[in-house]
């Protein structure tokens, strides 16, 4: 029997040496502490906020392609959930595509006094707001360095979702990657302010933020201008991959990209580009951080390592099965 050491991953630091060849380093277990204490927890990511200049067209895709299920709606907002009566999207009526704001779910005790005072010592002003949409009691709210605005929430409930959805019928919403000037110090303000931790990188410009058991809920990429990369759905399974190709072939969506296997996350993916031009990821088989203070993720056979530490991965690694990306795929 071989043994494998499995060092303890609070005494390890990742170390990276980017295309600069300068070295520099980013915990990947540690919780990073202002005052001595985490200042927020985030236990999920909630929904995402788009807006856009047809909302006819963007509830025709969520609701008949997506699959996702009109929850409720007013003269300039639409809120869709999924099956289980998750929100997912919300849509707004904008002057053009873009996504605004991202809720993630904080612990049902958590003190949003508390959490106010503590960010406005850190130079950030909040908007508290009561029952904001559908299902969420209150909000907090506040911008991140690349100007998404972040909405904190800890009460909410399910939404109702009696009619029978057409089209893929995703999970949850999983990630969401944006595009931002210096990936380092965004993730940075992730992991200090938010209580994320860091899952891997690729090279020094692509960045993988978890903030549960989820290899990532949050990415983030070297670009020029802060804008959405893509945003990601969980699929059931394998054969819901395969179904999901079907619906959008039928629906005049080409895949652009997928099936394949990542390296980071090692999630079996598909890509297209929805009724806006935004990249959507459809995936299953996301790696799982289960126990922090082990600091690898459940073991699987399609682990390049044994056991599957976060660490730096080399961009031409490329996936483990599958094409490589076609070439606008990271378009800045």
């Known amino acids: 029997m071989i043994l494998i050491p499995t060092e303890s991953p609070?005494?390890?630091?990742?170390?990276?040496?980017?295309s600069s060849g300068v070295p520099f380093k980013i915990s990947a277990t540690s919780r990073p502490k202002t005052n001595g204490a985490i200042m927020i927890k985030v236990r999920r990511i909630g929904h995402a906020t788009f807006e856009t200049p047809d909302l006819g067209r963007a509830i025709d895709y969520y609701t008949q392609t997506n699959g996702l299920v009109l929850a409720a709606k007013d003269n300039d907002r639409v809120f869709l959930a999924t099956r289980t009566g998750l929100l997912a999207v919300q849509l707004e009526r904008g002057s053009q595509p873009r996504c605004t704001r991202l809720s993630f779910e904080v612990a049902p005790d958590a003190?949003?006094?508390?959490?106010?005072?503590?960010?406005?010592?850190?130079?950030?002003?909040?908007d508290e707001r009561q029952e904001p949409c559908p299902g969420i009691a209150k909000t907090l709210s506040f911008p991140d360095p690349k100007g998404t605005t972040i909405e904190l929430f800890s009460q909410w409930g399910f939404l109702e979702t009696k009619a029978n959805p057409a089209g893929i019928g995703p999970l949850k919403l999983g990630h969401v990657a944006f595009f931002c000037s210096d990936p380092a110090k965004i993730a940075e303000f992730y992991q200090r302010l938010l209580g994320f931790r860091v899952s891997d990188w690729i090279d020094d410009f692509f960045v993988f933020l978890r903030c549960n058991t989820d290899h990532h809920s949050v990415n983030f990429i070297k670009g020029?201008?802060?804008?959405?990369?893509?945003?990601?759905?969980?699929?059931?399974?394998?054969?819901?991959?395969?179904?999901?190709?079907?619906?959008?072939?039928?629906?005049?969506?080409?895949?652009?990209?997928?099936?394949?296997?990542?390296?980071?996350?090692?999630?079996?993916?598909?890509?297209?580009?929805?009724?806006?031009?935004?990249?959507?990821?459809?995936?299953?088989?996301?790696?799982?951080?289960?126990?922090?203070?082990?600091g690898y993720f459940d073991p699987r056979p399609w682990h390049r390592d044994r056991p599957q530490r976060p660490k730096t991965w080399k961009r031409q690694d490329g996936p483990i099965w599958g094409m490589p990306p076609p070439a606008d795929f990271l378009r800045t």
Not at 10 to 18: L, P, Y
Not at 111 to 126: D, H, P, S, V
Not at 265 to 291: C, P, S, W
């Open 111 to 126: 003190n949003f006094a508390e959490i106010r005072k503590q960010l406005a010592e850190e130079g950030i002003t909040c």
């Open 10 to 18: 609070a005494a390890r630091d990742i170390e990276r040496r980017g």
């Open 224 to 294: 020029e201008r802060g804008r959405m990369h893509h945003i990601a759905f969980e699929l059931r399974d394998a054969s819901h991959i395969i179904d999901a190709c079907d619906v959008l072939a039928r629906s005049e969506f080409p895949v652009v990209w997928g099936p394949l296997r990542f390296g980071p996350g090692h999630n079996i993916a598909i890509f297209h580009r929805d009724h806006d031009g935004h990249t959507v990821e459809l995936y299953t088989d996301l790696d799982q951080m289960k126990d922090e203070a082990l």
